[in-house]
T-cell receptor
Framework: GAGVSQSPSNKVTEKGKDVELRCDPISGHTALYWYRQSLGQGLEFLIYFQGNSAPDKSGLPSDRFSAERTGGSVSTLTIQRTQQEDSAVYLC????????????FGEGSRLTVL | GIQVEQSPPDLILQEGANSTLRCNFSDSVNNLQWFHQNPWGQLINLFYIPSGTKQNGRLSATTVATERYSLLYISSSQTTDSGVYFCAVGHTGTASKLTFGTGTRLQVTL
């Protein structure tokens, strides 16, 4: 596609429910990143995928968070048993060159946990 | 991990003024990017600049990697420049992720 596409743009859920957030990177981009931005804060790295290599999961805050990338393209970030502190904007980015290329961000998925 | 500090944290300018935003980082990097987050939350990549100087219209950036800082210059500011400017760096050896600074919030007034 023309840009990084994320869905849903907004998600309101109840504490304890599971949520899935989707990212469709720019066509041909081999690297895909998930970041989290809490209200008024900077960006917190969550996970990085590059081609067929094992993902860098070092930023995932707990085992309730997981992500997968199917076929080297679309990625899904799953949060199980959501907590109120999970409320944030979840941003996906992709880049063409392994780890050193310019990042292009989607518009984000705003998650609100009640 | 690598620390990224941006200054000033907040900046208010009148339209037409110039400004310099600074990004200091605590260790060697092989990746440095500047982003603008508009008031609607969209992050736009401004520069990929691990070293040297680049210019794009009214914006330019300089990174002095040996001294561990980067500068973003905004000339003849416009109201559309308002938003938050982030510096993000990739640390040599952990190049898979960018560490973001806390940003500089810029407001350009008429």
């Amino acid at each position: 596609g023309a840009g990084v596409s994320q869905s849903p743009s907004n998600k309101v859920t109840e504490k304890g429910k599971d949520v899935e957030l989707r990212c469709d990177p720019i066509s041909g981009h081999t690297a895909l990143y998930w970041y989290r931005q809490s209200l008024g804060q900077g960006l917190e790295f969550l996970i990085y995928f590059q081609g067929n290599s094992a993902p860098d999961k070092s930023g995932l805050p707990s085992d309730r968070f997981s992500a997968e990338r199917t076929g080297g393209s679309v990625s899904t970030l799953t949060i199980q048993r959501t907590q109120q502190e999970d409320s944030a904007v979840y941003l996906c980015a992709s880049s063409l060159v392994k780890a050193t290329g310019e990042l292009f961000f989607g518009e984000g998925s705003r998650l609100t946990v009640l | 991990g690598i620390q990224v500090e941006q200054s000033p944290p907040d900046l208010i300018l009148q339209e037409g003024a110039n400004s310099t935003l600074r990004c200091n980082f605590s260790d060697s990097v092989n990746n440095l990017q500047w982003f603008h987050q508009n008031p609607w939350g969209q992050l736009i990549n401004l520069f990929y600049i691990p070293s040297g100087t680049k210019q794009n219209g009214r914006l330019s950036a300089t990174t002095v990697a040996t001294e561990r800082y980067s500068l973003l210059y905004i000339s003849s500011s416009q109201t559309t420049d308002s938003g938050v400017y982030f510096c993000a760096v990739g640390h040599t050896g952990t190049a898979s992720k960018l560490t973001f600074g806390t940003g500089t919030r810029l407001q350009v007034t008429l």
